[in-house]
């Protein structure tokens, strides 16, 4: 389930993880890099983001969707 955009939380975010679904296994390595930054840059217009509690803070883990690659790419 994904969470809303959390300034708060935005502010203790120390790591980031990007989950690329099999039906996005097409993209090359250079597309998957410009739209991952893109996306990491940007997360309140993520389609599927979650913060993720760990030990120093919190990890954005964004699941990218079509429509992310769309808008990012």
Known sequence: MADPFDPYRE???ME????????LSELDDKKR???ERALHADPKHCAQLEY????SG???QITVTPQDVERAG
Do not use: G, M, Y
């Not at 993720?52 to 030990?55: P, T």
């Open 11 to 13: 502010a203790l975010v």
């Open 16 to 23: 980031t993880k990007t989950i690329w679904p099999a039906e």
């Open 33 to 35: 890099s410009l739209v």
């Open 52 to 55: 993720v509690r760990v030990h």
């Open 58 to 60: 919190f990890c954005r």
